[in-house]
T-cell receptor, first 110, second 112 residues
Framework: SQTIHQWPATLVQPVGSPLSLECTVE??????LYWYRQAAGRGLQLLFY??????ISSEVPQNLSASRPQDRQFILSSKKLLLSDSGFYLC?????????FGQGTRLTVV | GQQVMQIPQYQHVQEGEDFTTYCNSS?????IQWYKQRPGGHPVFLIQ?????EVKKQKRLTFQFGEAKKNSSLHITATQTTDVGTYFC????????????FGQGTILTVHP
């Protein structure tokens, strides 16, 4: 069966520090991969999506970047975190239309 | 760009009352999906609607897709405390490799 792993679950980072969140998918090939961010009590904002290795589409200009070095690996990064980067980050995958989400990473920038 | 507007943003109900959330797109959708996110959790797929005028039921949940495939609703009959969470719709227009656009979600609280 297909599973999605996202880590870490929680993260507290100082302003100006780098960030690397990793997401891996098992049990499927060539999935569409997504990074979403959710502010507290708010909706889902699509940050990046990828349809294949090395193919990244950015939805909004921001302080973050994404990479897909392998078919089932999606990485969200930042060189210098801002306070406004705090939030709940969710990785998701789809083959076809339905999306499956990881457990999420709760990032607090202090 | 393509957007899905979802209302209301918040809904507080007494246990046993009904609840409805609505989603609207300005352009015709290929399909619409509904997800539920429990407090502290991640969104989980509930259902997908594809056909014009489609109605689907899951126990106390009724999902509708408008005739023009531009709007959808989720109705919960006789809410229970287990229904608390955020309900999202997600629209798909048949382009962009399956990329979904989520509504802002409706946060449902149920008072016992």
């Amino acid at each position: 069966s297909q599973t999605i792993h996202q880590w870490p679950a929680t993260l507290v980072q100082p302003v100006g520090s780098p960030l690397s969140l990793e997401c891996t998918v098992e049990g499927t090939s060539n999935p569409n991969l997504y990074w979403y961010r959710q502010a507290a009590g708010r909706g889902l904002q699509l940050l990046f999506y990828s349809v294949g290795i090395g193919q990244i589409s950015s939805e909004v200009p921001q302080n973050l970047s994404a990479s897909r070095p392998q078919d089932r690996q999606f990485i969200l990064s930042s060189k210098k975190l801002l306070l406004s980067d705090s939030g709940f980050y969710l990785c998701a995958w789809s083959v076809g239309i339905q999306a499956f989400f990881g457990q999420g990473t709760r990032l607090t920038v202090v | 760009g393509q957007q899905v507007m979802q209302i209301p943003q918040y809904q507080h109900v007494q246990e046993g009352e009904d609840f409805t959330t609505y989603c609207n797109s300005s352009t015709t959708l290929s399909n619409i999906q509904w997800y539920k996110q429990r407090p502290g959790g991640h969104p989980v797929f509930l259902i997908q609607l594809v056909k014009s005028g489609e109605v689907k039921k899951q126990k106390r949940l009724t999902f509708q897709f408008g005739e023009a495939k531009k709007n959808s609703s989720l109705h919960i009959t006789a809410t229970q405390t287990t229904d608390v969470g955020t309900y999202f719709c997600a629209g798909y227009w048949g382009t962009s490799y399956g990329k979904l656009t989520f509504g802002q979600g409706t946060i449902l609280t149920v008072h016992p």
